[in-house]
Structures are given as C-alpha cells and as structure tokens.
C-alpha cells in the first residue's frame, strides 16, 4: 500500500516535471523563432502591405485606377498572357530535360550520383547576368551555334535566335533547370528500387512499371519543381530583358518601367498584386489536384 | 594602442569633410561618349577648380525623376538630351542655373534655358554594317523601304527623334515635321515593326549590334558610331536627314553640391573644353566660340556634325515640342511596342 502511493506520487511528480520540461521547451522554440518572425514581418509582411495599399492609389486618389487600367488597355493582356505562356513554356522544357536526368541521377551509385549532382549545381555559383549574356554571345546571328550551322552547311541564313522569343526561352530555361532537377532528384532517390523489380517480377515491362510505379512516385518532386520554376519564370526580369530584344515584355519588365520611367508606384505594386494572386491561385489548384501538404511533407 | 587608432580615425574623417566639401559627381551616358568629357571636361575642371569630379553613368531622365522625387539626389550635375531636359525642367525636377557664373556667350539662345544648357550636338543618323549590307540607305525612305534595302532594322525604345525620322520616311517635308502629325508617324513605326529585330537601351549597345552585325541597318548616334569606326568597326552611316539634337546640362533639385555644380558647368560650356571634346569625339561644340580657339585642326573640323556642309544636310529636333508632348508620346510609345 505504503509503497503503491510512493509510486503514484512519483507518477503524479514525473508527469509534473515532463509538462513543465515541454512548456519550457515551447518557450525556448518560440524564442528561437522569434528573431526570424520578426525578420519576415519587418523585410516581407510589412513591405509587401504598403506596396498592397500603395496599389489602390492613383494620382493621389484612392481607388481602383490601377487595376481598371489593366483591362482597358490592350498591352497589359498580352504582357500578362506573354509572361504565363513563357512561364508554361519554359516549365515544360524544364520537365523534359530535367526528368531524364533526375532519373539517371537517382539510378547511379551515390559516388558518381554526387559528381552528376555537381554538374547540375554548378551553373548556380555563377550570376545569372554572366550567364545570360553568355547566351547572347552564343546565340546571336554571328554566335557561335549560327557559325557552326552555317560551317557544316545545314543553314546557308543564321538563325534568329537572341533578341527574341526563343532566346529569351532558352536562356529562361537553362537558369530555371536546376530548380526542377533538385527537388525531383530528393524524391526519385528515395523510390525503393525494389517496388520496380516486383513491378518487373509481377510480368510489367519496364514500360508499364515506369509508368505506373515509378512516376506516380516521383510525382511529389516533379510538382514540387515544376511549381517552382513555373512561379520564378512569373516575375523572371533580366533574361527576358537582355535576350528578349524589347520585344519581349514580361510583367516584371513593366513593374520596373512603370517605377523607373513613369514614377508611378501604385501602377507597379497593382501589377504586383495581380501577380501574386495568380501564384496564390496555381498554388490552390494544386492544392486541390495533389495536395499541397503531401507535396511538401517530403 | 588607442592613441594611433583614435588619430587615424581623426584623420579620415577629416579627409571625407574636406573631399565631400570639394567634390561634384557628373552622371552621363557612359561609353566612348563619357570618355571623352572624362578627358576634355571632367579631368581638366576637377584640376582647374582643384577638386575631386566624381562620375557616374545614367540611363536617362528617369533616374532624375527617381531620386529627385525620393529626395535621395546623388548627382551634381546631369548630362541628358535636350528633349529630356525640357520635360524634366516642366516637372521641376531641375535647379536653375545661375548665369552669373556660367557664361553662355557663343551658345545658340535656342540652348540657353533657364534650368538647362546645351553642352554638345549629336545626330541621329541611318548607319549600316559594311559587310552585311553593301550599299547603305541614304534616307530614312531608305531606311523604311524594306524591299530594296534587305536586312534587320534597329531603332531606339523611345519615342524622341523616331517618330521625327518615321514621318521624314513618309514624306514629310523637313519644314514642314512640327508640330509632329502623330498618328502618322505612329503608323509608319508600326510598318517597319516586323523588320525591327532590336529596340536598343543604351547606346553603347546600339555601336555593338551594328559592329556585331546582329542589326543590318540601325538609327544611331554619330559620334559613338564615328569612335567605332575610327576602331575599325565594320560601319558606315551618313548625314542625309540625321537628327541633329543637343544634349544638356542641367543640376538635379537637391543637389549636394549645387554651387560648385554651376562652376563646373561654367568649365564644361567654356570653348576650351568644348574645343578639346571635338578632339575626343565627333560630336559638335554648342558654343561656337570653340572653333576660335585654334584647338579644333582644319582638317577635323570637317567630320564635326555642325560643320556647315554636314548640318545643311541636317534636321534640328525641337526640344519644346517635345518638353510639351514627351511623357504623353512615351506612354504611347510604350503600349505600341508591348502590344
């Protein structure tokens, strides 16, 4: 009996100590977070707040100017259209070269994994203003890739290929490629290879297991990357202006021009607003279609 | 260990006082152009005045009207075009100029302005690259005809001096070009847009796509493309119907240094300096009183925009037409080209 109540005392006691242990616990993280909350508040939650009341003034008036602007004027839907079609453009090119390679990095031993992982992180240690006039240099009308065509007599004229359309989409993409490959790679690494051997075991081809184990698996990764690179490519500004020959007009071009040239803020911050409820509204669809939290859990 | 640290300290900050007292930053258009006023102006008036002229490139009024209306005005003294000049001196973007130290004596009236002044001439002129287009358009109805004259076309994103060349292009009479007939002029811009393969930013960009022969034909400034030329660029142009416009000095509201910015003007417009720009780079002096210095050689004088027989083939651009009309042109300008 005696020893009975000693024992539930130390019960009662253990449960005391673990309680206050976990209280301090949350206390001590809550602190640890705190700096970082406040640096959110003061560098995102705040600025992006007065650009979002910024957006409702017009000419020292408060009302909707900026964004009924957007609808009368023809030019500000084909710029919005011009910067989705390029983002979805590039997006899918990201796809198909970034798959086969993510896969082939998730089949190699770790070692030469690794080295394979190098190649694709390398371009990011250098500026994406480098990069992009490296582009210029190569496709341009006497570039280098419009000489070799020329020299091995597949084109007698050079291509078009900088100043425009495709090159501002091909610089677009060789920027944006790691950002799929990444994340995809984390998933594909951890697909238990032995789902696709008893895929092979249980008489589907290597085909149907692809198919049907392996990319469903993958999925994760690849909508992870691919929203990534989609929402970069939305507010992309020094490619399309460097490879675009200003004929390329990305919303992100005519937020700096309406800031820079015309000093007109609220015209700027109403385009940023209308940029980021579209980001807000593809990241509900995808929500709704896959499940933003199973996404990202990984 | 104190002592030595707290002296060095005294000392720099005694070196700042006294650098920032004696200092004026000139922001221009960078390249060939900025080279030459760094040799003819910037380096002879920081010696003359015995101070430090610091510089810094621009792109443009914009960068005015930003940091005058953020009141976070870095730049002494400003070097636009004239057209610019008139629209920012509407919007009040600029400080008057005090004409009891600059000496305006030689300078056309034209170029004299309460808030701005000329400070050299360059022409918009149709230029071509030699190996790609072997006999060059001699007007912009040349320039225009796409039939004759094959190839890509640059023009510059602006609309100042374009639409003048557009309408030159569909027959205007030069007399006749102001007040400008906009609709026109905007829809001969919109013929040529197919075959317009660059709208260039900057002009040390418009000198390497006509060098690169990215562009066959471009509309470009004499003096950038006369310095690449002279390095033996593949370029050629003429001063059939070139646009002669000025570019301008003008001090930003707020300035730093406004009042050591009116005396390094005053050094700039001097027909020294403005002889000795002449020697740098083929762009024309506003103050006639240069070609009396004797530092402007006979043979020279003949490839300066100004010289007679170049600037009868000339038009002027009215820089108050486009003072009136510029930002309304520019908005306009812009949704053509983002359409």
Redesign the interface.
Known sequence: MHDMTACQRGHTLNRQELAADERREKRQILGLSLPAAAIILVLLVIPVGWLFALSFVSNGEIGLANYTRMVE???YL??FSTTILVSLFVTVLCIVLGYPVAYLLGQLPPRLATIGLAFVIVPFWTSILVRTYAWLVIL???GIVNDALIGIGLIDEPL?L???LTGTIIGMTHVMLPFLVLPLYATVRNIDGDLMRAANNMGASPARAFRDVFLPLSMPGLIAGSLLVFILCLGFYVTPQILG???V?MVSM?IQ?N?????DWGAGSALGVVLLLIVFAIFYLVHRLAGLDRIFAR | MHLPIKLTACAVLALTTAATAQEVTVASWGGSYQAAQSEAMFKPTAKELGITVKEATLSGLADIRLQVRSGAVEWDVVDLGATDCAIGAREGLFEKLDYSVIDAKGIDDKMVNDHWIGVIYYSTVPAWNTKTVKAGPQSWADFWNVKDFPGDRSLRNRPQVMLEMALLADGVAPKDLYPLDVDRAFAKIEELKPNIATWWESGAQSVQLAKDGEVDMIAAWDGRLAAAIADKAAIDFTYNEGLLNADCLAVPKGAPNKELAMKAIAKFVSPEQQAMLTQHISYGPVNVRAFETGLIPEEAQSKINTFPANLEKQIVVDAEWWGENGNRMRERWDSMIQR
């Open positions: 004027y023809s030019a084909s710029i341009q009308r006497q078009r900088a100043h425009n020959g200003g004929r007009i005519k021009q800031v820079q040239t015309y000093f």
